[in-house]
């Protein structure tokens, strides 16, 4: 059976490809903004537009902003059968990222997201992924071949509506040690920025 998460993304015509600019958006400003290099004219825009609503995994329209806004709480359960809640982890700066077996540019990610883990647990870091597949074995699968180090759990239309309205992948959030959400990140993304503003989390307590 298709999900809603998974009939929405086709209408929306979204497709785990190519890397394409990512919608940014960080810090106090709910504006998101795109990452280019050097200038670019009319018809490139248009160009790059058209590409990435044919190829690239992109995030659309949120329903409600959360930047600076307390992240929605949820309790769901991992793979190991363990409870993960969200709100256990105040204290902590927390990585959430929406991801999917499908999603090319989600499993390039995956892999740095278990090194920062290693690197920075010890310094208040916690990952946690939620998968928007449908079938939780395969899930499994890729979890097993990654040795993924951060609890992992299934999510939904409902979570991902929760969170904006996540309708393309991946999308990743990072929450600051109160609980409130200070980044948000889209489509594919430049990690050494994301790994810098984390690092810039990390340090404030």
Not at 97 to 121: H, M
Request: aromatic letters at 8%; a positive charge; one cysteine or more.
């Amino acid at each position: 059976m298709t999900s809603s998460f998974h009939r929405e993304a086709k209408r929306r015509l979204v497709h785990p490809a190519a890397p394409c600019p990512a919608v940014i958006r960080h810090g106090n400003s709910n504006r998101p903004s795109l990452r280019s290099k050097g200038r670019w004219t009319s018809l490139a825009k248009a160009f790059l537009l058209v590409a990435c609503l044919e190829s690239c995994t992109f995030a659309f329209g949120a329903s409600r902003p959360l930047l600076n806004h307390s992240a929605p709480q949820f309790s769901l359960t991992d793979l190991n059968h363990q409870r993960l809640d969200l709100k256990a982890y105040r204290g902590k700066v927390v990585l959430l990222n929406f991801w999917a077996t499908w999603c090319s540019p989600c499993q390039l990610e995956i892999p740095r997201f278990v090194d920062w883990q290693k690197e920075y647990g010890a310094s208040g870091l916690q990952v946690v992924g939620i998968s928007m597949d449908d079938d939780p074995s395969l899930v499994r699968k890729l979890d097993q071949r990654l040795r993924l180090n951060y609890p992992v759990a299934m999510g939904d239309a409902q979570l991902g509506e929760n969170y904006g309205g996540i309708y393309g992948l991946p999308v990743t959030f990072l929450i600051d040690r109160d609980g409130k959400i200070r980044a948000e990140y889209q489509g594919v993304t430049d990690l050494g920025m994301v790994e810098a503003t984390l690092r810039g989390m990390l340090k404030t307590r």
